[in-house]
């Protein structure tokens, strides 16, 4: 049952996308965000896609009384399992969170796929996210709620993105093709 | 960026370093080998098991997993393209 979904348009190739995305941390509109840890990694065999299980560490955001209630404040986590298939130029994401998962899960999906009308130079990416609390579905008033904080924290991921993106360009003086079809070039429209 | 275990920070940096170099320049072009930073990877991921069990954080209570199911390949609908 999903509460949110989302669409956006990056103008830049997959393969930027898909390097961008493991250096999404740290940046400036994810504060929070304090770790990332690869619990596992492999190539799978049978079709050539990268599968990562990683944990994401990050602090509450909560007012400071709430500590001796629900802990330290540093400790929220969630668990992340990605497949990457360049052949096919796929990267597909699933998030939930760990910490107070069996009162509320969220749970986010994302892939970024090149985009259908110019998979050469742009990527489009589509998330979801499906919140259940304890094993039920929510509806009605908890679902604006959480919609807007889901949506706004994703515009912040995309911001996040676009940003590490640039960031990955302006690091790097020269490019060999990322793939047979793309040239990756320095000069970007600005984001 | 931090490790979730202070101890294993500096193994995740060296790791972290070693597999975007490989999956940039290698993987993306089609090299599947994944050996070149296993080594690093075998150790990094012993401090972080070591450092989830002292902080009694258990991954395996997540229940909802996609990936690897035949929902996996269903593409969220899309809107109509901009």
């Known amino acids: 049952m999903k509460v949110w979904t989302s669409e956006h348009v990056f103008n830049h190739p997959w393969e ?45 955001g909560l007012p400071s009384w709430a500590s001796p209630i ?36 969220v749970d986010e999906r994302l892939v970024y796929l090149p985009h259908p009308d110019d998979p050469e130079n742009k990527t489009i990416l589509r998330q979801e996210a499906v919140v259940t609390v304890r094993g039920v579905p929510v509806t009605n008033f908890m679902e604006s709620f959480l919609t807007n904080t889901i949506s706004s924290n994703a515009g912040k991921g995309r911001a996040a993105m676009e940003w590490v993106i640039n960031q990955v360009i302006k690091g ?11 040239r990756t070039s320095l000069e970007y429209d600005a984001v | 960026m931090e490790s979730v275990g ?21 993987f993306l072009k089609g090299d599947k080998d994944d ?9 990094y991921k012993k401090c972080v098991q070591n450092a989830l069990k ?26 109509s393209s901009p």
């Open chain 2, 35 to 43: 050996s070149v930073c296993a080594p690093l990877l075998e150790v």
């Open chain 1, 70 to 105: 629900l802990g330290d404040p540093s400790a929220c986590y969630a668990s992340e399992v990605s497949r990457v298939n360049p052949r096919e130029r796929v990267f597909r994401l699933e998030t939930q969170n760990l910490t107070f998962g069996s009162h509320i899960a």
């Open chain 2, 54 to 79: 002292e902080k009694n954080i258990n991954v395996d209570e997540v229940n909802i997993r996609v990936l690897g199911t035949d929902d996996e390949n269903r593409i969220p609908p899309g809107k």
């Open chain 1, 16 to 60: 930027t996308i898909a390097q961008a995305a493991w250096r999404k941390y740290p940046n400036p509109m994810n504060p929070a965000v304090w770790g990332t840890d690869v619990l596992d990694r492999c190539v799978d065999p049978t079709d050539g896609a990268l599968v990562t299980h990683r944990i994401i560490s990050s602090r509450w």
């Open chain 1, 172 to 182: 790097l003086s020269s490019m060999d093709d990322l793939s047979a079809q793309n």
């Open chain 2, 6 to 26: 202070a101890e294993c920070t500096e193994l995740k940096r060296e790791y972290d370093a070693c597999f975007i170099s490989w999956f940039s320049d290698k």
